[in-house]
């Protein structure tokens, strides 16, 4: 059974228009985590929950936002994408950050967005 | 300088034979690590945590060095299966993962 899942799995949006992107989960962990992916890149974290606690990367764009209204779904919204941010977005679980060790990560499927 | 670097390859090997990919980490302070796998279009999964004693799944052999600041995964008896790309995982605490940009492997017949 898919402990995360995320909807759509193919998104196709024109530049500029606002785009939200989905991910749930079944596993009850605390933490959740939105990464971009580009081709042939290494994941690139955008930002994570921990519970309602909202962790930005510095570096993360401000057309990029985050709601978490539950502990089960977590959104990405891109409010006016660009064509460089045509990627793999992946939504991410964990149990925990504070046990000094990381727990282990579950990817869901990914969004693949294409900005036209 | 990248906090995970990683040699892209691609590495090409014949079946049955051994290969192995090292990833350096910038960050002294590093906690845990991972290697994690990722097939073509597909959602990384975990393949296996790093110990600093070394440990062993079957066919997988992962090293950590503290002190020279990487880690290594050795495959044995490679299987066609095992194409993929494979991302060396740091955890630096207090934040997620940090991910390299992977080594991809292609096993041929």
């Known amino acids: 059974d898919a402990m995360v899942i995320q909807n759509p799995r193919y998104q196709v949006t024109q530049f500029g228009k606002p785009v939200t992107l989905s991910c749930s989960q079944t596993l009850n962990h605390n933490v959740m985590y939105w990464y971009q992916q580009k081709s042939s890149q290494a994941p690139k974290l955008l930002f994570h929950y921990y519970d309602k606690d909202f962790n930005n990367e510095a570096d993360t764009p401000d057309n990029f936002q985050s709601r978490r209204p539950n502990t089960s779904f977590c959104f990405l919204d891109i409010r006016s994408p660009g064509l460089g941010d045509a990627a793999m977005y992946l939504c991410?679980?964990?149990?925990?950050?504070?046990?000094?060790?990381?727990?282990?990560?579950?990817f869901g499927p990914g969004t693949r967005l294409t900005v036209l | 300088r990248k906090e995970v670097e990683q040699d892209p390859g691609p590495f090409n090997v014949p079946e049955g034979a051994t290969v192995a990919f090292n990833c350096t980490y910038s960050n002294s302070a590093s906690q845990s690590f991972f290697w994690y796998r990722q097939d073509c279009r597909k959602e990384p999964k975990l393949l296996m945590s790093?110990?600093?004693s070394g440990n062993e799944d079957g066919r997988f052999t992962a090293q950590l060095n503290r002190a020279s600041q990487y880690i290594s995964l050795l495959i044995r008896d490679s299987k066609l299966s095992d194409s993929a790309t494979y991302l060396c995982v740091v955890f630096m605490g207090r934040r997620a993962l940090t991910f390299g940009s992977g080594t991809r492997l292609q096993v041929q017949p």
């Open positions: 790093v110990y600093s």
């Open positions: 991410a679980t964990s149990r925990d950050l504070t046990s000094g060790e990381a727990d282990t990560q579950y």
